[in-house]
């Protein structure tokens, strides 16, 4: 081969050498560019997480705890001779899950993503219920339904709205109806619906919280009422 067509071929190796060099270059550099992107991305969105925050609503006093508006004067020591369940209540499943549900005038309904409760409204209302059958002083036993507890009538209902509602005048709405059955003769022999819209203080999540709670109590007490009404007409035998 001759000097001149070796130096070519030498020539265009090295163009040949360089290119190499230069993709390989470039394709590092887009790699780490593309891995540091990445990375960015992942930091910005831990940093960016919100923690959930989470509420309960207030239970009554300890079992056994007497107040001076839980019983007519001079029955609180001379409580219903018999025991009461109260059972499950049911709901559709926005109310068996923990979010906080919010909705309007329309039927649209939907949840918070970072504001939830502590524990599903079926069961927190049903807990404020028993604490406050309870802490009333009016029955000889009060429990949660279980299969190796025997009662002699068992409360149970249903759970239709407990959940924030726009307008004009932002509300909490709590809706629920019970009713008792005679375990005995399987009827059910009382009933209450209770329907109430709470006004709500403020603008935020804590301010409904605290309507709802506010509107559970209200709706317990009302309960507990009609059940001395119903046991006052239809003494325990």
Same mark, same amino acid.
């Given at each position: 081969?001759?000097p001149t @067509?070796?130096?070519? /071929?030498?020539?265009q190796?090295g163009?040949?050498?360089?290119?190499?060099?230069? @993709? /390989?270059?470039?394709? @590092? !550099?887009?790699?780490?560019?593309f891995?540091c992107?990445m !990375?960015?991305?992942?930091?910005?969105?831990? =940093?960016?997480?919100?923690?959930?925050?989470?509420?309960?609503?207030?239970v009554? =006093?300890?079992?056994g705890?007497? *107040?001076a508006?839980?019983a007519?004067?001079g029955k /609180?020591?001379?409580?219903i001779?018999? *025991?009461?369940?109260?059972?499950?209540?049911?709901?559709?499943?926005?109310?068996?899950?923990?979010?906080i549900?919010y909705? =309007?005038?329309? $039927?649209? !309904?939907g949840?918070y993503?970072?504001?939830?409760?502590?524990?599903?409204p079926? $069961?927190?209302v049903? $807990?404020?219920?028993?604490? /406050? #059958?309870?802490?009333?002083?009016?029955?000889?036993?009060v429990?949660?339904?279980r299969?190796?507890?025997n009662?002699?009538?068992l409360?149970?209902g249903?759970i239709?709205?407990?959940k924030?509602?726009?307008?004009?005048?932002?509300t909490?709405?709590?809706t !629920?109806? #019970?009713e008792m059955? %005679? #375990?005995? *003769?399987?009827?059910t022999?009382? *009933?209450?619906?209770?329907?109430?819209?709470?006004?709500?203080?403020?603008?935020d999540?804590?301010?409904?919280?605290?309507?709802? %709670?506010?509107?559970? #109590?209200? =709706?317990? @007490?009302?309960v507990?009422?009609?059940?001395?009404?119903?046991?006052?007409?239809?003494?325990?035998?």
């Open positions: 081969m001759s @067509k070796i130096d070519a /071929a030498t020539r190796l163009k040949a050498h360089s290119f190499a060099f230069v @993709k /390989a270059a470039s394709m @590092k !550099m887009r790699v780490v560019t891995l992107v !990375m960015a991305g992942l930091l910005g969105s831990c =940093g960016a997480a919100r923690p959930s925050k989470y509420y309960q609503l207030t009554p =006093g300890a079992a705890a007497q *107040t508006d839980s007519p004067e /609180a020591n001379d409580p001779p018999l *025991t009461l369940l109260v059972g499950n209540l049911m709901a559709s499943h926005l109310y068996r899950e923990d979010r549900v909705g =309007g005038a329309g $039927e649209q !309904m949840t993503e970072y504001q939830r409760w502590a524990e599903p079926t $069961e927190m049903q $807990e404020v219920l028993l604490r /406050a #059958l309870r802490s009333s002083g009016r029955f000889r036993a429990y949660a339904q299969s190796n507890i009662g002699d009538f409360l149970r249903r239709y709205d407990f924030e509602v726009s307008g004009n005048q932002m909490a709405r709590v !629920m109806e #019970l059955r %005679d #375990l005995k *003769t399987g009827a022999v009382w *009933t209450h619906y209770y329907q109430h819209d709470e006004p709500v203080s403020g603008k999540v804590p301010a409904v919280v605290a309507a709802l %709670d506010k509107n559970v #109590l209200l =709706g317990v @007490k009302q507990l009422g009609s059940l001395e009404e119903y046991f006052a007409a239809h003494p325990a035998k």
